[in-house]
């Protein structure tokens, strides 16, 4: 089993997400989600894409920025196939707030596909509020908004599993 512990979050840079394209089947599957891979957010947000590393690569990440409003936005995050279940998503969230807090966000936002069940379940358990919102993403395109505010409680940093 993969030892969360060991692993380094840092600052995502262009090297990284190079290497997460590469391996975009490690953490995506079948779904071809390179195009929301946006280089631009390594670029210019670079303190909140977050990367977690270790000997064998990268084992997760999260692209995020924060909005001029104060909403820490996490636009991706993923975890390597060989790294879920481990609590990397719940420690990379808990890394991307306290780095978007810094920046000034007072709360959390991101959205997903309402067919999503995985990221809605997770982003429940990490406290989220979920809405249904019809025409999100343009007419016809309902997206399911999750909501949470900042600071994350104490009872999310929870040791990893050993």
């Not at 790294?83 to 007072?106: I, S, V």
């Not at 809605?120 to 809405?131: C, E, K, P, S, T």
Request: charged letters at 20%.
């Amino acid at each position: 089993m993969l030892l969360v512990m060991r692993l380094q979050i840092t600052s995502a840079g262009m090297t990284d997400i190079h290497q997460v394209l590469a391996d975009h089947h490690r953490y995506w599957g079948e779904r071809d989600l390179r195009p929301l891979h946006l280089v631009a957010l390594v670029q210019e947000f670079g303190e909140t894409c977050l990367v977690a590393r270790a000997g064998d690569g990268i084992h997760g990440y999260v692209l995020g920025f924060v909005t001029p409003t104060g909403t820490g936005y996490v636009h991706l995050i993923a975890t390597r196939d060989d790294a879920r279940g481990t609590g990397l998503g719940r420690r990379l969230y808990t890394e991307f707030a306290d780095a978007a807090h810094r920046h000034g966000a007072q709360r959390l936002k991101a959205i997903t596909s309402p067919g999503n069940t995985g990221s809605i379940a997770f982003h429940r358990r990490l406290g989220f509020d979920v809405q249904t919102v019809d025409d999100y993403n343009g007419p016809g395109r309902t997206m399911m908004v999750f909501r949470r505010a900042l600071p994350f409680d104490v009872d999310l940093r929870e040791p990893e599993p050993s």
